[in-house]
């Protein structure tokens, strides 16, 4: 099945395009319930084996990882926040979201806390999340200058060490699934550049060969990326 799938990415040069659900971007095609389960049995024996009682994470890739839900396109940067926490003694991954589209369904409605500028209320929403407050010792991968005053408001007797080491654990090794899926997304954007490619003459807007990048990968059913990107023609 997933060859079929990788298979149907590749077309000969010139072939027309013809939309195609991929294993990384059509949600209805693939149960990526094993997959998950089976990252987050990854991700809590590495934070075991390095000492964590809880995981703090702020990148997407890193809370796409262990929480298992798909990001909504979005534009610019953006600075750390805690948007993804991972309690060993519970078993639970939480996340910040407003909603649930998109969420897997291990990650339960109460799994979720809002998205608040304030940070009073950020604080209160964190340490409702059971065996935080309690947590010994939070790894993070990255931070900002408020984040060891709010961690230390919402878990006092913590220690904030790097969760780097146990998070590479954890993601470093591919399953056979995994392995399937990158192979997925590496021919779409193999396609995606191929377009711009072909598209690239002298004159041509940087816009454009954006465009056709992006109508490349939507029409093999990628949705567009979760950040924009950029061409630079020099």
């Known amino acids: 099945r997933h060859e079929v799938a990788i298979r149907s990415l590749v077309r000969p040069k010139g072939a027309p395009v013809t939309p195609v659900a991929d294993l990384v971007a059509d949600p209805t095609r693939v149960d990526d319930a094993e997959v998950r389960a089976d990252r987050r049995r990854r991700l809590f024996a590495a934070m075991a084996g390095h000492g964590l009682d809880a995981l703090v994470l702020g990148r997407p ?17 953006r600075p750390f926040g805690p948007a993804c926490v991972a309690v060993r003694g519970t078993g639970r991954v939480h996340l910040l979201s407003v909603w649930d589209a998109d969420v897997p369904p291990e990650v339960g409605h109460d799994d979720l806390y ?73 021919a779409i954007a193999r396609a995606g550049l191929d377009a711009m490619a072909g598209a690239l003459r002298p004159g041509a807007a940087e816009r454009g060969l954006l465009a056709a990048y992006l109508e490349a990968i939507a029409g093999r059913g990628a949705p567009a990326p979760p950040t924009e990107g950029v061409v630079c023609a020099t």
């Open 61 to 77: 890739a890193e809370v796409a990882f262990a929480s298992g839900a798909r990001q909504l396109w979005t534009a610019g940067s």
């Open 114 to 186: 809002g998205l608040s500028w304030n940070p009073a209320v950020l604080a209160a929403s964190l340490a409702a999340i059971p065996g935080l407050p309690d947590a010994g010792r939070v790894g993070t991968t990255s931070s900002s200058p408020g984040f060891p005053r709010l961690l230390a408001a919402v878990a006092p007797g913590a220690e904030v060490v790097d969760g780097g080491p146990a998070l590479a654990a954890a993601r470093g090794p591919k399953s056979a699934a995994e392995v399937a899926r990158i192979r997925a997304a590496t």
